[in-house]
Each structure stands twice: as structure tokens, then as C-alpha cells.
């Protein structure tokens, strides 16, 4: 099993930053791909960002590009987002998710285990 625990969540002003960060326990991490997820009040949750096991490919969603990076570090079995520029709009609870296999995906449905989240609310 494995237990991921997200921080880092917080208010901040439009334009700000706050880097979310994600500990893993219970199984090392360094086999798998990972990624933040978003989910705002009264919306599905929807893909962030995703990396490699390896850390060597990521992929952002559309509306993050430019502004969030996802990093990782397999030694501290930790995942990190820092966010950038942040907009009224990235409202919502923060998950990390973590995926079996080390090629990365975007579906929400191909992540296996999931963090119970951390609140960002980005006034304007």
C-alpha cells in the first residue's frame, strides 16, 4: 500500500505562488509516474500535470502551461507542484495521485492510489 499526504495548500492573492508538495510512504516511488489533480467546487476533478518515474517527460494541462511545474525527488519519495502566476480560477482542493506503472497518463482513472488533498484558494 502506499500513502501519499499533500501540503503546502493555502490563501493566497491572485498573482502569487505556493509550491504543494506530496509525501509518499509505505512504498518507494521511484517505479512510478505521478501526478497533481484538481478538483473545484461543483466540477469534476480534472488532470494538472504529470511525470515519469524517472522524472524525464511531463505534461501539463492547458490552462497551467507556463505557469505550474511538477518536479519530483525519488530519493525523498516526494512529489512537488510549484504554481506560479496563480489565477482566481485555480481554486480548488489539490490531489496527488500516484500510477503503478512509470509511463505518465492523464486520466484520473489510471492512478491508483490518491491523497486526500490539500485546499488552494487564490483571491482576486
Known amino acids: 500500500q502506499v500513502q501519499l499526504v499533500e501540503s503546502g495548500g493555502g490563501l493566497v492573492h491572485a498573482g502569487g505562488s505556493l509550491r504543494l508538495s506530496c509525501a509518499a510512504s509505505?512504498?518507494?516511488?521511484?517505479?512510478?509516474?505521478m501526478g497533481w489533480f484538481r478538483q473545484a467546487p461543483g466540477k469534476e476533478r480534472e488532470f494538472v500535470a504529470a511525470?515519469?518515474?524517472?522524472?524525464?517527460?511531463?505534461d501539463y494541462a492547458d490552462s497551467v502551461k507556463g505557469r505550474f511545474t511538477i518536479s519530483r525527488d525519488n530519493a525523498k519519495n516526494t512529489l512537488y507542484l510549484q504554481m506560479n502566476s496563480l489565477k482566481p480560477e485555480d481554486t480548488a482542493v489539490y490531489y496527488c495521485a500516484a500510477r503503478t506503472l512509470p509511463t505518465l497518463r492523464v486520466g484520473p482513472e489510471e492512478y491508483d492510489y490518491w491523497g486526500h488533498g490539500t485546499h488552494v484558494t487564490v483571491s482576486s
Open positions: 509505505g512504498r518507494t516511488l521511484s517505479r512510478y509516474a
Open positions: 511525470i515519469r518515474a524517472s522524472g524525464s517527460m511531463t
